[in-house]
Nanobody
Framework: QVQLVESGGGLVQPGGSLRLSCAAS?????????LSWFRQAPGKEREGVSC????????YYADSVKGRFTISRDNAKNTLYLQMNSLKPEDTAVYYC????????????????????WGKGTLVTVSS
């Protein structure tokens, strides 16, 4: 049974950092899947934040987080990460990890409809 479980969210001041984790089970992160982070702020649509493609591990980022967020995966731990630095109040959202079969470019891995499994999310609040 495929499961994705996010953790690491919380309350942080503007300019602070958090690292989100997404523990995968039921499949191997080293297999042919692209892994993505999405977020959904109150009253807004879910948006793609970052993804890491299968095999080669190409990484992609939304313009709003480029240079501040870093996606990575540890295949030995079967875990996906999102290191978030220089956080801003507009980063406040529920963050979800998701899986997409196969490799992807940014246009593919940012589309929520192309994902086959989702985690339940972790809340990140950036506020002073």
């Amino acid at each position: 049974q495929v499961q994705l479980v996010e953790s690491g969210g919380g309350l942080v001041q503007p300019g602070g950092s958090l690292r989100l984790s997404c523990a995968a089970s039921g499949f191997a992160t080293s297999d042919y899947y692209t892994l993505s982070w999405f977020r959904q702020a109150p009253g807004k649509e879910r948006e793609g934040v970052s993804c890491i493609s299968a095999y080669l591990g190409n990484t992609y980022y939304a313009d709003s987080v480029k240079g501040r967020f870093t996606i990575s995966r540890d295949n030995a731990k079967n875990t996906l990460y999102l290191q978030m630095n220089s956080l801003k109040p507009e980063d406040t959202a529920v963050y979800y990890c998701a899986r997409r079969p196969g490799g992807s470019n940014w246009n593919d891995c940012r589309r929520s409809g192309s994902m086959d499994y989702w985690g339940k999310g972790t809340l990140v609040t950036v506020s002073s």
